[in-house]
């Protein structure tokens, strides 16, 4: 009896040690991908000329405009219905003729409201939209419009990139397979990598998105956030913010607006991990400049 004690003892002891050989290997290879991804950024060669990003003042709203030194431009939104004109004055103060990439972040009127008049008064490459409909004037007024310039949209998930030239340009939500009622969760999430460093561009993204992000993706790193949801609590959870660590937080949002954005949570933490904030309601238009090793604003 007392021998096969001894046998039982000492194959669950190799079982342990083989277990505890398998889990150490994983532990290293997670650190061999963490080093391999800092090596990566490390090693991208800084890229020729400068990135400009434009957070447009458009009240209660969002809208992004992302100026490549290659000449090609991305829009991200276009603010509410009657900020459409808005939006095309500034493009067109900035020289800009064509967009490449569109993107529509999702079907909210303060995002997408703008889109017919930039369709109309451009020559447009690429759109990106959710895969959601909405049944609002505003939703159809942009969905004419793609149509009457013989547009196609292009549906936006988490594993796509956009093929902006000289940038990484990845998107990391809304998964394919989201159902949700609440139309903020399928916010287009882009993460911008030019040279070493990152923008994050959050649409009105909350915490169920963010989640999803965190478990889906290893380094969501950046130097700007566009904070999600005009700065409002039900984004923007101090897990997502400490995962990608910015220096810098851009809210688009409009004064005294009914939704109390900014709420004063987000503020503050803003505040305890030393984040730089910048806020178009307080700021007007922001504009970010990336040499490709370091972001600042511009005064
Ligand atoms: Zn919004």
Redesign the pocket.
Known sequence: MAKRKLWVTGILAILLLAASLILTSCELLDELDAILDIIEEESTPTPEGAMTVHFIDVG???SILISMPTGENMLI?AGDNDKGEVVVDYLKSQGVERIDYLVG??P?A??IGGLDDVIEAFDIGEIYMPRVTHTTKTYMDVLEAIDRKGLKIKTARSGLTIPVEGARTEILAPDSDLKSDNL?DYSIVIRLTYGQTAFLFQ??AEKRTEDGILSSYDNIKAHVIKLG??GSSTSNTEDYIEAVDPEYAVI?LGADNKYGHPHKEIISLMKDKAITVYRTDLEGNIVAISDGKEVYFKD
């Open positions: 209660q709203g969002d939104d972040t999702h909210h303060d995002h903020n649409g009105d949801h005009h688009t």
